[in-house]
């Protein structure tokens, strides 16, 4: 057990470097980035973002009442809010700050059609 364990931490582990390699997740040696944390709402944006390779969107006005328009993540938000890969809230927030729901992931996972 303790064995296939230590095989599902590797593959994460390779999946992670590889995304860090890809510049899609930014490690810095401030941030110490850890398999297990959670994932924020505006973090997760700028991943999907970035992994997309699509153009980022040029912002003119605040896209919700907590993501002014020079947030530093607003770009990236305002990219997968309009792809409808993650929503906003119906009080007109986004939450960039709040951990991803085990919710929102599942369903992330079927938008994106990936098995787990």
Known sequence: TLKKKEEVI???REKVEELVTLGVIEVTPEAE???DASITRGELSSWLAKGSGLALPKLTRDLFADVKQD???APF???VVDLGLILPFPDGTFRPDAPVTKEEGDRLFRLLR???
Do not use: A, D, M
Request: proline share 7%; aromatic share 6%; no cysteine.
């Open 10 to 12: 590797s593959q994460r």
């Open 77 to 79: 938000i305002k990219l």
């Open 114 to 116: 990936v098995q787990r």
């Open 33 to 35: 980035f850890k398999l």
């Open 71 to 73: 947030h530093p993540l």
